[in-house]
């Protein structure tokens, strides 16, 4: 049971660049979520997807577009990369309900970009 | 939307005392409160969470109380170690639609050995 994962660990862009973050759960979590992290600002909420087939956004989605692609798998698309974007980006996936956990949301491992 | 401010920024404290961290939140809809524990190039980690019909919970060390009226919370933690050092993040959701999370700005934990 692999939790959450990312793909890539580290990326490294020239502005106008486009590319796709990858994530995906194998815990038959309904949620999934993309932020990013920047330094002394917190988690702040991207895109989210309440559940397969679905796509909202969240607190700041400029610049960013997401697929579910089905219920393991969410990617979030940077179609022209600005330095504004470089950040730390995590995904996280939530389970529907039931159990003491079914608020919790887990983390996969983050991605590191850097737009030049 | 939801807006959570987190107190304080830097927290130093020495081995075995006690920390407090404060979030206050805006919107009196929001009923479901976590913790988070970020170690150093690190995923965040649940550490506790508490909902709105609950004033504490505890779990060993550490502690989170709820205040409703006042729109805050605060975690404790007793007997710090250093293996408590980390950054700490609170936020707050609503149900609906997803439990989408509002984070406050981080705490930056460092106990002194």
């Known amino acids: 049971n692999a939790g959450v994962t990312q793909t890539p660990k580290f990326q490294v862009l020239k502005t106008g660049q486009s590319m796709t973050l990858q994530c995906a759960q194998d815990?038959?979590?309904?949620?999934m979520y993309w932020y990013r992290q920047d330094p002394g600002m917190g988690l702040r909420l991207i895109y989210y997807?309440?559940?397969?087939?679905?796509?909202d956004k969240g607190e700041v989605p400029n610049g960013y577009n997401v697929s579910r692609l089905n219920k393991r798998e969410f990617s979030l698309r940077l179609e022209s990369a600005a330095p504004s974007q470089t950040s730390v980006y995590f995904c996280?996936?939530?389970?529907?309900?039931?159990?003491?956990?079914?608020?919790?949301?887990?983390f996969g491992p983050g991605t590191r970009l850097t737009v030049l | 939307g939801e807006n959570v401010e987190q107190h304080p920024s830097t927290l130093s404290v020495q081995e075995g005392d006690s920390a407090v961290i404060k979030c206050t939140y805006s919107d009196s809809a929001s009923n479901y409160f976590p913790w988070y524990k970020q170690e150093l190039g690190k995923r965040p980690q649940l550490i506790i969470d508490i909902r709105s019909n609950v004033g504490e919970k505890k779990d060993q060390r550490i502690a989170v109380t709820l205040n409703k009226t006042a729109k805050h919370f605060s975690l404790h933690i007793t007997e710090t170690q250093p293996e408590d050092s980390a950054v700490y993040f609170c936020?707050?959701?609503?149900?609906?639609?997803?439990?989408?999370?509002?984070f406050g700005s981080g705490t930056q934990l460092t106990v002194l050995p």
């Open positions: 997807s309440a559940s397969e087939g679905t796509t």
């Open positions: 936020a707050a959701s609503m149900a609906l639609p997803a439990r989408q999370l509002t």
């Open positions: 996280a996936s939530r389970p529907l309900a039931g159990g003491s956990s079914y608020n919790e949301q887990f």
């Open positions: 815990m038959n979590h309904n949620s």
